[in-house]
């Protein structure tokens, strides 16, 4: 077997609970290395069919604010307690990296496309920030499927949350968790 240190990297890579990451996130030089590598996804088209909001800051708590509002209408749970949880999820990283899937009409690309390729741009986010020694987690939730949360991230109709990346300091090292055995994922040629 050949040595390869990004293979090695991908078959460890782990995330980290945003729940465990602190101060620092990236700087801003680094920042635009990490959105440089994840603007570098399979694009067929090169329709750029994402945008990237970069959350930091106060920006993080006025999101927080806009999805507990947005949730809270919805939750069977009206307490006070669900409602800072709520408004508290974009504090749990220094950094929130908002990834929307924004599909164009085409003739010839399906949206499906498009999607995938918002979905590739949350995983290269991923990839680049812990590459640099980062924690890093790529989560939804409820919130993701908000109009109101989509609308304050400069969301369109038919646009959609792909993810929102969680990017820090880590507390602790990731645990290992089970993985499945590739006989139970994958297939050589055809179905018989």
């Not at 508290?88 to 690309?109: E, G, Y």
């Not at 949350?122 to 590459?131: H, I, K, P, V």
């Amino acid at each position: 077997m050949v040595e390869n240190s990004t293979l090695e990297f991908l078959k460890t890579r782990r995330s980290v609970l945003a729940r465990n990451m602190v101060e620092p996130g990236p700087s801003t030089d680094v920042l635009r290395e990490i959105l440089t590598a994840a603007t570098r996804v399979p694009d067929h088209g090169k329709l750029a069919p994402w945008r990237l909001v970069v959350l930091q800051e106060e920006a993080r708590v006025t999101l927080g604010k806009i999805a507990a509002d947005a949730l809270a209408g919805q939750a069977a749970d009206k307490s006070v307690d669900a409602y800072a949880s709520s408004a508290a999820q974009f504090l749990r990283a220094p950094c929130v990296i908002a990834v929307l899937a924004c599909p164009k009409a085409h003739p010839k690309i399906p949206r499906s496309e498009m999607i995938l390729s918002a979905g590739a741009v949350c995983m290269t986010l991923l990839t680049a920030a812990q590459s640099l020694g980062f924690a890093a987690q790529w989560l939804t939730g409820g919130v993701a499927y908000e109009p109101a949360v989509l609308q304050c991230l400069g969301g369109h109709a038919g646009d959609e949350i792909a993810g929102f990346i969680y990017i820090g300091t880590p507390t602790q090292a990731p645990s290992e968790r089970a993985r499945p055995a590739l006989n139970d994922v994958v297939q050589f040629g055809l179905a018989p």
